[in-house]
């Protein structure tokens, strides 16, 4: 039997998206499933970054042309015929006639419509509603995408299975004092102590009120923190005229990307790790601070309390005075570094990826035995 997978999102850096279908990708191979096949469609060459295992397949299927175009009519049209075919990113190619489908659905834009444009949130409602409704089964990260899905798109709750995003088992706490001061004296050359924030700088998190709250921190409190930024800046914050005005930008470093190995050893040597959304589907990179030991503040929103809820620190709301009151608490909390790296570590091992892979796996290999 053939598996086949839309690669799309494995086409450039991979966040979100993309680092879930590349651990699917990555444990697949180690479940048993009734798939002879595997085959992962891209418009191009996948970067060489990417390994794949020997059993996994990719087809190109050209002409590379903008993602939408590629995915919805290019795509289908050409795509060989797949015993079961899995959309992990949120869509079913509009002109696709594959059946069964399972497609991935990460959270929806209309939970929080204010922090996105009209026209990106109505054409995305149209797509993924129905995505949703032509799927034969919806796989979606938490219980709060569930009730939103069946809220919002009409979806019948017995189509919907929750599983949910996972955290890479290498995100541990770190013991080489070492390394981690090597890692802060990449942001700040006197190896200073500093509070992380990871992830796209979307208007949901708050960055602009977490620069001004982390401003005032420094204003009020004198704290010797710099704060790390590592992420793409991708709705316009204009993110240094705030340093300046704030007098902080000798304090601040912000880096659109990070390698995992990065990623890892920022968590480890951080203070605190702030992500300060109003939404998530889900919200890997607490999961991912958390899993590190280190302590981690965001929202009582969305996804977090089902994951985070006992180990997490939950502001009031993403106003900078409240940011600035959270910061306050969590670094003036020593026991709290202390209860974070026993218990975070703990907390993360029901979701490493290998088990997400090896739950989504089952999934599949249930149509592909009811096909």
Not at 70 to 91: A, G, I, M, N, Q
Not at 175 to 202: C, H, N, Q, W
Request: charged share 25%.
């Amino acid at each position: 039997m053939r598996l086949g997978l839309d690669g799309l999102r494995l086409m450039s850096k991979r966040l979100g998206v993309g680092r879930y279908i590349e651990y699917m990708l990555r444990y697949w191979p180690d479940r048993s499933h009734p798939f002879s096949e595997i085959v992962v469609y891209a418009p191009a060459a996948l970067p060489p970054a990417l390994h794949l295992h020997e059993s996994i397949h990719v087809e190109t299927l050209g002409p590379r042309l903008p993602p939408a175009v590629w995915e919805h009519v290019v795509f289908p049209l050409r795509k060989p015929r797949d015993d079961v075919f899995f959309c992990p990113s949120y869509v079913v190619p509009l002109l696709s006639r594959a059946r069964p489908v399972v497609v991935t659905h990460h959270g929806s834009y209309e939970a929080l419509p204010s922090a996105f444009p009209w026209w990106p949130r109505t054409r995305a409602r149209f797509v993924y509603q129905e995505s949703c409704r032509r799927a034969d089964v919806v796989i979606t990260v938490s219980e709060s995408s569930r009730d939103d899905i069946v809220r919002f798109y009409g979806i019948d709750p017995g189509k919907i299975r929750v599983i949910p995003e996972g955290v890479d088992e290498a995100f541990k706490p770190i013991d080489d004092e070492a390394r981690l001061d090597a890692r802060r004296r990449s942001y700040f050359a006197d190896g200073r102590p500093y509070i992380l924030f990871v992830g796209k700088m979307t208007a949901r998190r708050h960055v602009p009120d977490l620069v001004e709250a982390f401003g005032r921190l420094v204003a009020h409190s004198k704290i010797p923190h710099g704060l790390v930024l590592l992420g793409p800046d991708t709705v316009g914050h204009r993110l240094p005229e705030r340093f300046a005005a704030l007098g902080i930008t000798e304090r601040v470093v912000h880096r659109e990307f990070a390698t995992h190995e990065e990623l890892l050893e920022a968590y480890n040597a951080a203070d605190v790790f702030i992500y300060p959304s109003d939404y998530e589907g889900f919200g890997i990179p607490v999961l991912e601070a958390i899993a590190c030991g280190t302590p981690a503040i965001t929202l009582n929103n969305s996804a977090f309390p089902e994951f985070a809820g006992g180990i997490a620190y939950f502001a009031r709301d993403g106003s900078a005075p409240a940011l600035e009151e959270a910061l306050a608490d969590v670094l003036g909390a020593r026991d709290m570094r202390a209860a974070v790296r026993r218990d975070g570590p703990k907390r993360a091992e029901a979701y490493h990826w290998r088990r997400i892979a090896y739950r989504t796996m089952d999934v599949l290999s249930e149509f592909a035995g009811a096909k």
